[in-house]
Nanobody, 118 residues
C-alpha cells in the first residue's frame, strides 16, 4: 500500500509555470513506477507523463512534450511535475499514480486543480 498526496495546483496565466508535487507514504516509494494524469471537465482522464522507479526513464504525451518535466526524489518520497509554457488547454485536475511494473496503476492521489487563464 502507498498513499499519495498531490500539491502545487493553482491558477496561473498562460505562459506561466507551476511545479506539482506528489508525496508518498506507506510502502517504499522507490518500489513504484509513477505517473501523472489529468482530467479536464467533460473529458476522460489522460496520461501526461511517467517515470520508472529509478528515475532513469521517462515518457510524455505529445501534448506536453518539451514543456513538462517529470522527476522524482526517492530520498524524499516525492514525485514532481514541472510545467512550463502553460496553455489554457492544460487546465485540469492533475493526479499522480503509482504502480508496480509491469502491472497497472493501482494507487491514486486525490488530485490537485490547475487552472490556466488566457
Amino acid at each position: 500500500q502507498v498513499q499519495l498526496v498531490e500539491s502545487g495546483g493553482a491558477v496561473v496565466q498562460a505562459g506561466g509555470s507551476l511545479r506539482l508535487s506528489c508525496t508518498a507514504s506507506g510502502r517504499t516509494f522507490s518500489s513504484f513506477a509513477m505517473g501523472w494524469f489529468r482530467q479536464a471537465p467533460g473529458k476522460e482522464r489522460e496520461p501526461v507523463a511517467n517515470i520508472n522507479r529509478y528515475g532513469s526513464n521517462t515518457g510524455y504525451s505529445d501534448s506536453v512534450k518539451g514543456r513538462f518535466t517529470i522527476s522524482r526524489d526517492n530520498a524524499k518520497n516525492t514525485l514532481y511535475l514541472q510545467m512550463n509554457s502553460l496553455k489554457p488547454e492544460d487546465t485540469a485536475v492533475y493526479y499522480c499514480a503509482a504502480r508496480i511494473e509491469p502491472y497497472n496503476y493501482d494507487y491514486w492521489g486525490q488530485g490537485t486543480q490547475v487552472t490556466v487563464s488566457s
